[in-house]
Protein backbone atom coordinates (compact mmCIF):
# COMPACT_ATOMS: atom_id res chain seq x y z
CA UNK A 1 0.00 0.00 0.00
CA UNK A 2 1.34 3.47 -0.51
CA UNK A 3 2.50 6.16 1.83
CA UNK A 4 -0.76 9.10 2.76
CA UNK A 5 -1.03 12.26 1.19
CA UNK A 6 -2.48 15.17 2.65
CA UNK A 7 -2.75 17.85 -0.69
CA UNK A 8 -2.76 21.38 0.52
CA UNK A 9 -4.28 24.11 -1.73
CA UNK A 10 -4.73 28.03 -0.59
CA UNK A 11 -7.63 30.36 -1.96
CA UNK A 12 -9.33 33.30 -2.27
CA UNK A 13 -12.28 33.87 -5.02
CA UNK A 14 -11.51 31.29 -7.08
CA UNK A 15 -15.18 29.82 -7.31
CA UNK A 16 -14.63 29.63 -10.96
CA UNK A 17 -11.52 27.29 -10.88
CA UNK A 18 -11.70 25.53 -7.46
CA UNK A 19 -14.10 22.70 -8.58
CA UNK A 20 -11.53 21.68 -11.44
CA UNK A 21 -8.79 21.62 -9.52
CA UNK A 22 -10.65 19.34 -6.35
CA UNK A 23 -12.33 17.26 -8.70
CA UNK A 24 -8.84 15.53 -10.10
CA UNK A 25 -7.56 15.45 -6.37
CA UNK A 26 -10.48 12.62 -5.29
CA UNK A 27 -7.88 10.07 -5.10
CA UNK A 28 -6.15 12.09 -2.12
CA UNK A 29 -6.37 10.94 1.42
CA UNK A 30 -6.72 14.43 2.50
CA UNK A 31 -7.72 17.48 1.10
CA UNK A 32 -6.95 20.79 3.11
CA UNK A 33 -8.09 24.06 1.68
CA UNK A 34 -7.55 26.95 3.60
CA UNK A 35 -9.69 30.27 2.55
CA UNK A 36 -9.00 34.02 3.13
CA UNK A 37 -12.03 35.03 3.73
CA UNK A 38 -13.60 34.77 -0.38
CA UNK A 39 -16.57 36.75 -0.95
CA UNK A 40 -17.76 34.83 -3.51
CA UNK A 41 -18.95 30.44 -3.40
CA UNK A 42 -15.24 29.05 -3.32
CA UNK A 43 -15.78 27.73 0.80
CA UNK A 44 -19.18 26.28 -0.70
CA UNK A 45 -17.90 24.33 -3.57
CA UNK A 46 -14.59 23.55 -1.63
CA UNK A 47 -16.80 21.48 1.22
CA UNK A 48 -18.78 19.47 -1.89
CA UNK A 49 -15.07 17.34 -1.73
CA UNK A 50 -13.42 17.83 1.68
CA UNK A 51 -14.67 18.73 5.36
CA UNK A 52 -11.20 20.19 6.10
CA UNK A 53 -12.13 23.88 4.77
CA UNK A 54 -10.44 26.24 7.15
CA UNK A 55 -10.91 30.30 7.14
CA UNK A 56 -7.48 32.01 7.89
CA UNK A 57 -6.62 35.63 7.58
CA UNK A 58 -4.40 36.42 4.39
CA UNK A 59 -0.77 36.14 5.50
CA UNK A 60 1.18 36.33 2.51
CA UNK A 61 1.71 33.25 0.29
CA UNK A 62 4.72 31.68 1.90
CA UNK A 63 3.02 32.08 5.28
CA UNK A 64 -0.43 30.73 4.18
CA UNK A 65 0.69 27.98 3.11
CA UNK A 66 2.76 27.45 5.74
CA UNK A 67 -0.28 27.21 8.12
CA UNK A 68 -1.73 24.85 5.30
CA UNK A 69 0.74 22.53 5.57
CA UNK A 70 0.55 22.38 9.55
CA UNK A 71 -2.84 21.25 8.71
CA UNK A 72 -1.71 18.11 7.39
CA UNK A 73 -2.08 14.91 9.08
CA UNK A 74 -0.02 12.33 6.43
CA UNK A 75 3.71 12.12 6.02
CA UNK A 76 3.63 13.32 2.50
CA UNK A 77 2.22 16.59 1.27
CA UNK A 78 1.41 18.16 -2.02
CA UNK A 79 0.88 21.70 -2.67
CA UNK A 80 -1.48 22.62 -5.30
CA UNK A 81 -2.47 26.20 -6.05
CA UNK A 82 -6.50 26.50 -6.95
CA UNK A 83 -5.89 27.47 -10.24
CA UNK A 84 -4.17 24.24 -11.04
CA UNK A 85 -5.27 20.33 -11.19
CA UNK A 86 -3.52 16.52 -11.52
CA UNK A 87 -4.00 14.71 -14.69
CA UNK A 88 -4.45 11.07 -14.58
CA UNK A 89 -1.32 10.21 -15.84
CA UNK A 90 0.33 12.38 -13.17
CA UNK A 91 -1.79 11.08 -10.15
CA UNK A 92 -0.36 7.68 -11.40
CA UNK A 93 2.93 8.70 -11.02
CA UNK A 94 2.90 10.31 -7.81
CA UNK A 95 0.97 6.88 -6.74
CA UNK A 96 3.96 4.93 -8.07
CA UNK A 97 6.68 6.91 -6.33
CA UNK A 98 4.41 6.37 -2.74
CA UNK A 99 4.25 3.07 -3.05
CA UNK A 100 7.04 2.79 -0.10
CA UNK A 101 10.26 1.92 -2.23
CA UNK A 102 11.37 5.62 -3.14
CA UNK A 103 14.21 6.74 -1.34
CA UNK A 104 13.29 10.67 -2.52
CA UNK A 105 12.39 12.91 0.06
CA UNK A 106 11.19 14.86 -2.31
CA UNK A 107 9.98 15.38 -6.11
CA UNK A 108 9.64 18.82 -8.55
CA UNK A 109 6.74 18.20 -10.81
CA UNK A 110 6.88 20.27 -14.06
CA UNK A 111 3.72 22.22 -14.62
CA UNK A 112 2.32 23.52 -17.80
CA UNK A 113 -0.35 26.05 -18.75
CA UNK A 114 -2.98 26.45 -21.04
CA UNK A 115 -3.13 30.49 -22.53
CA UNK A 116 -4.26 32.05 -25.72
CA UNK A 117 -6.41 28.46 -26.17
CA UNK A 118 -3.42 26.20 -26.30
CA UNK A 119 -1.02 24.48 -23.19
CA UNK A 120 2.59 26.33 -23.57
CA UNK A 121 5.36 24.05 -23.99
CA UNK A 122 8.44 25.95 -24.60
CA UNK A 123 9.69 28.94 -23.25
CA UNK A 124 10.41 30.30 -19.62
CA UNK A 125 6.75 28.76 -18.89
CA UNK A 126 7.80 25.38 -19.20
CA UNK A 127 9.12 23.09 -17.95
CA UNK A 128 8.76 25.33 -14.80
CA UNK A 129 10.44 22.84 -11.98
CA UNK A 130 9.16 23.28 -8.49
CA UNK A 131 9.11 21.04 -5.52
CA UNK A 132 5.17 20.19 -4.66
CA UNK A 133 5.75 16.58 -3.33
CA UNK A 134 7.83 16.32 -0.48
CA UNK A 135 7.80 14.76 3.40
CA UNK A 136 6.23 16.81 5.73
CA UNK A 137 9.21 15.44 8.16
CA UNK A 138 12.17 16.04 5.66
CA UNK A 139 11.23 19.89 4.70
CA UNK A 140 10.78 23.40 5.74
CA UNK A 141 9.38 26.09 4.28
CA UNK A 142 11.86 29.07 2.86
CA UNK A 143 9.62 32.55 3.36
CA UNK A 144 9.96 35.15 0.15
CA UNK A 145 7.40 37.57 -0.70
CA UNK A 146 6.68 35.96 -4.18
CA UNK A 147 7.62 32.45 -4.80
CA UNK A 148 8.19 30.81 -1.47
CA UNK A 149 10.25 27.94 -2.11
CA UNK A 150 10.85 24.44 -0.05
CA UNK A 151 13.49 23.04 1.86
CA UNK A 152 14.23 19.15 1.54
CA UNK A 153 16.78 17.51 3.94
CA UNK A 154 16.81 13.94 1.63
CA UNK A 155 17.01 13.16 -2.13
CA UNK A 156 14.48 15.03 -4.48
CA UNK A 157 14.10 13.30 -7.66
CA UNK A 158 12.00 14.63 -10.62
CA UNK A 159 8.31 13.33 -12.46
CA UNK A 160 7.47 13.94 -16.01
CA UNK A 161 3.86 14.51 -16.33
CA UNK A 162 3.00 18.18 -15.31
CA UNK A 163 0.21 20.34 -13.48
CA UNK A 164 -1.99 21.48 -15.21
CA UNK A 165 -2.34 25.39 -15.17
CA UNK A 166 -4.92 28.25 -16.04
CA UNK A 167 -3.21 30.77 -14.48
CA UNK A 168 -4.90 33.66 -16.83
CA UNK A 169 -8.17 34.51 -18.12
CA UNK A 170 -6.98 37.13 -20.76
CA UNK A 171 -3.97 39.38 -21.55
CA UNK A 172 -5.47 41.51 -19.46
CA UNK A 173 -5.68 39.32 -16.46
CA UNK A 174 -1.26 38.45 -17.42
CA UNK A 175 -0.85 42.41 -17.27
CA UNK A 176 -2.10 43.00 -13.91
CA UNK A 177 -1.00 39.54 -12.50
CA UNK A 178 2.86 41.44 -14.08
CA UNK A 179 2.33 44.58 -12.21
CA UNK A 180 1.11 42.61 -8.93
CA UNK A 181 3.80 40.73 -9.16
CA UNK A 182 6.85 43.18 -10.25
CA UNK A 183 5.58 45.39 -6.90
CA UNK A 184 6.06 42.41 -4.60
CA UNK A 185 9.84 41.50 -6.34
CA UNK A 186 10.50 44.92 -5.98
CA UNK A 187 9.88 44.92 -1.93
CA UNK A 188 11.78 42.29 -1.36
CA UNK A 189 13.54 40.13 -4.13
CA UNK A 190 17.01 42.40 -4.09
CA UNK A 191 18.65 45.84 -3.06
CA UNK A 192 19.63 47.96 -5.62
CA UNK A 193 18.90 48.75 -9.41
CA UNK A 194 20.81 50.86 -12.11
CA UNK A 195 20.29 51.68 -15.54
CA UNK A 196 21.79 48.24 -16.60
CA UNK A 197 19.18 46.23 -15.11
CA UNK A 198 16.72 48.02 -16.59
CA UNK A 199 17.72 48.79 -19.73
CA UNK A 200 19.59 45.08 -20.57
CA UNK A 201 17.72 42.97 -18.80
CA UNK A 202 14.60 43.10 -19.81
CA UNK A 203 15.83 42.61 -23.65
CA UNK A 204 17.93 39.58 -22.69
CA UNK A 205 14.43 37.93 -20.76
CA UNK A 206 12.86 38.41 -24.10
CA UNK A 207 15.67 36.64 -25.88
CA UNK A 208 16.17 33.41 -23.64
CA UNK A 209 12.30 32.62 -23.25
CA UNK A 210 11.58 33.53 -27.23
CA UNK A 211 14.63 31.91 -28.95
CA UNK A 212 16.98 30.15 -26.61
CA UNK A 213 14.04 28.61 -25.15
CA UNK A 214 12.32 27.90 -28.05
CA UNK A 215 9.30 29.91 -27.18
CA UNK A 216 8.06 31.20 -31.07
CA UNK A 217 7.25 27.39 -31.25
CA UNK A 218 4.12 28.09 -29.49
CA UNK A 219 3.31 30.55 -31.82
CA UNK A 220 1.29 33.91 -30.91
CA UNK A 221 1.33 33.19 -27.91
CA UNK A 222 4.80 32.37 -27.36
CA UNK A 223 5.59 36.01 -28.72
CA UNK A 224 3.15 37.14 -26.40
CA UNK A 225 4.59 35.49 -23.10
CA UNK A 226 8.46 36.41 -24.02
CA UNK A 227 6.91 40.15 -24.38
CA UNK A 228 4.77 39.84 -21.18
CA UNK A 229 7.71 38.50 -19.21
CA UNK A 230 10.21 41.30 -20.86
CA UNK A 231 7.85 43.82 -19.74
CA UNK A 232 7.95 42.40 -16.04
CA UNK A 233 11.49 42.11 -15.60
CA UNK A 234 11.38 46.13 -16.49
CA UNK A 235 8.70 47.33 -14.40
CA UNK A 236 10.69 45.15 -11.46
CA UNK A 237 13.49 47.14 -11.85
CA UNK A 238 11.55 50.42 -12.71
CA UNK A 239 9.84 50.32 -9.37
CA UNK A 240 13.28 49.63 -7.67
CA UNK A 241 14.34 52.19 -8.77
CA UNK A 242 11.27 54.22 -7.69
CA UNK A 243 11.63 53.26 -4.70
CA UNK A 244 15.73 54.46 -4.52
CA UNK A 245 14.60 57.71 -5.52
CA UNK A 246 12.17 58.11 -3.02
CA UNK A 247 13.68 56.85 -0.21
CA UNK A 248 17.30 59.55 -1.18
CA UNK A 249 15.46 62.50 -2.90
CA UNK A 250 17.32 65.32 -4.31
CA UNK A 251 16.33 68.69 -3.11
CA UNK A 252 15.75 70.96 -6.18
CA UNK A 253 18.07 74.29 -6.17
CA UNK A 254 16.15 77.41 -4.91
CA UNK A 255 15.58 79.99 -7.74
CA UNK A 256 15.96 82.61 -5.67
Known amino acids: MREKLSVCIIAFNEEDKIGRCLESLTW ?3 IIVVDSNSTDRTREISRQFTD ?4 HEWMGFSRQKEFAWEQAENPWILWL ?22 NEAGYRLPRMVYF ?13 LNIRLFKKSETKI ?46 GTFKTAGFFDLFFRPGFNFFRGYFIKRGFLDGLAGLVIAWMNAASVSFKYAKRLEKQINKDPVKPESSF
Open 81 to 102: DADEAVSPELKDEICAKLDGNS
Open 52 to 55: KVIV
Open 116 to 128: MNRWIKHGDWYPD
Open 142 to 187: VHSDVHERVDVKGAIGTLHHPILHWPFDSISDLLLKADQYSSLAAE
Open 28 to 30: CDE
